[in-house]
């Protein structure tokens, strides 16, 4: 019976998703009137996807609407693909050339993740995280990229869900002097470094570049130095020709693929 109760629960709020895609918006009476599901209901289910970052409530005008994460929903293969397929050769020659580690990193509900990574592969590297690693937005090389590349309304959910959280490094969003600061130096620059101001590893620092399909951004390829050996700034410096070159080749494989 639970299994069968957590079935229809699913059905219920995929038909809630399907009814916010087609009405562009709605608040609770609209959906609760076209699916047929009591107020509370809907009110529960927007309270889970809100909670997950797939919806988002303006205040403006008290209807819910759908966030770019749903898109998400539907992309998963097709990342997997360009990831596995066309990444992973291109990052492990970057690693070869330059010998410190490089990794690549995807936006998933509130943080970059690393999806793939050459520090296995590297004498270099000190610290053994895997795939599927967290990095937080505000402060690490891959979320500031991200969030300065980002189209301005997937930007605004993001730092709406980041004020909602209770993480430490999070909580810099609520300093809007900082985030505009280093989102006009991301694109000044053209890449991203880590900030040192706000230290969640102290063993590492970063550089990173945003990986482009046309308008979208589909996540991050970055190089990881060792923080007492090399600063960001310095792996700027050295390598930026040669990680844009590594991206650039894998943007264009990325277009053959078509996602």
């Not at 600061?181 to 620092?205: A, M, N, S």
Request: aromatic share 10%; net charge neutral.
């Amino acid at each position: 019976m639970e299994r069968y109760t957590g079935v229809k629960s699913a059905e219920r709020m995929f038909d809630i998703i399907e009814l916010l895609n087609q009405c562009r918006g709605a608040n609770i009476g609209d959906l609760s009137r076209r699916s047929g599901f009591s107020r509370r209901a809907v009110d529960r289910m927007l309270i889970s996807l809100t909670k997950y970052g797939y919806v988002r409530r303006l205040e403006t005008d008290g209807k819910y609407y759908l966030t770019h994460l749903v898109r998400k929903l539907s992309d998963g293969f097709s990342e997997e693909e360009w990831i596995t397929d066309v990444a992973s050769p291109i990052l492990i020659e970057l690693c070869r050339d330059i010998t410190w580690p490089c990794d690549l990193a995807t936006f998933i509900n509130d943080a970059m993740y690393l999806r793939d990574t050459t520090r296995r592969f590297s004498p270099f590297s000190i610290d053994w995280v895997t795939v599927g690693h967290r990095f937080p937005m505000m402060i690490s090389a891959t979320g500031r990229v991200y969030l300065s590349y980002c189209p301005d309304d997937e930007r605004e959910e993001i730092l709406d869900i980041l004020r909602r959280s209770s993480d430490q490094f999070d909580l810099l969003v609520n300093k809007p002097k900082y985030v505009e600061t280093f989102l006009e130096e991301t694109r000044k620059q053209e890449y991203g470094i880590r900030c040192r101001q706000h230290i969640y590893d102290g063993r590492t620092d970063s550089l990173a570049v945003p990986i482009q399909n046309g308008s979208r951004i589909l996540g991050t390829i970055g190089i990881v130095g060792i923080a007492s050996a090399i600063t960001g700034q310095e792996l700027a410096d050295r390598y930026l020709q040669k990680l844009v070159a590594a991206r650039n080749k894998l943007e264009l494989e990325i277009k053959k693929i078509k996602i």
